[in-house]
């Protein structure tokens, strides 16, 4: 059997990175809507399209969300019996980072052009497929970034709390939120963790 090549990813996987800091420039709403575009590239079950994207660059709109999904992340902390200060600190530290951030990008899944089914196993598959998509898609939204010069982090928290981020934005109730992304111009000064190698020994198997 021929070796396995180890040349390494493309380079335009290995640029993108998450960077969580940002310089205070707000991000042109065309140049928002190019990432739109590149995430809606991605592949997606039966030729649909089940994502919603939900573009968030204004004040109003940045506190909604902070404090819509901050105010069930409190609510989660408490019954996990974390102690009130650090509840505190830690909804405070997110509610900055949402609303220091130049522009949110919060992608969403519908059922629209998803199979229906009548149990539940394949109903939970069909999400599943959705929710497969909808990272492809935000993989594309961010590589876009990267080649675009914009920093992006993708931010888990609406898969928490979907119904909660849908509602202080006053989205459709079947757009369910599942990624929030930042994007921003980047912070020269940040400097993230460096990636560690790729063990792909561990990670993959040939059969
Ligand atoms: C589903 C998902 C959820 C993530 N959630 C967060 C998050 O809540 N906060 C954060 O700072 N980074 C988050 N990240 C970013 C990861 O920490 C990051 O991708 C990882 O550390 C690898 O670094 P890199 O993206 O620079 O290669 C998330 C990434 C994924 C794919």
């Given at each position: 059997m021929t070796p396995a090549s180890?040349?390494?990813?493309?380079a335009f996987l290995e640029a993108r990175r998450s960077i969580r800091a940002f310089i205070d420039e707000p991000v042109d709403r065309g140049a928002l809507d190019r990432l739109v575009e590149a995430a809606c590239l991605a592949p997606a079950p039966h030729h649909s399209r089940p994502w919603r994207f939900v573009v968030v660059d204004r004040d109003a709109g940045k506190r909604a969300l902070a404090t819509g999904m901050g105010e069930r992340w409190r609510q989660d902390l408490r019954g996990d019996g974390v102690a009130p200060e650090r509840v505190d600190e830690l909804v405070a530290s997110s509610h900055r980072k949402i609303e220091d951030t130049p522009a949110l990008v919060l992608a969403c899944l519908t059922w629209d052009g998803l199979d229906r089914y009548p149990d539940e196993g394949r109903q939970r598959a069909e999400w599943g497929m959705a929710l497969l998509s909808l990272g492809a898609a935000v993989e594309n939204l961010m590589l876009a970034a990267a080649d675009a010069g914009l920093a992006s982090c993708w931010v888990a928290a609406p898969i928490f709390c979907p119904e909660e981020a849908r509602d202080a934005l006053a989205l459709p109730v079947e757009w369910l939120p599942h990624a929030l992304v930042l994007v921003g111009h980047?912070?020269?000064a940040y400097e993230g963790r460096p990636r560690p190698p790729v063990p792909l020994d561990e990670l993959r198997d040939f059969r």
């Open positions: 180890r040349a390494g990813a493309p980047p912070d020269p």
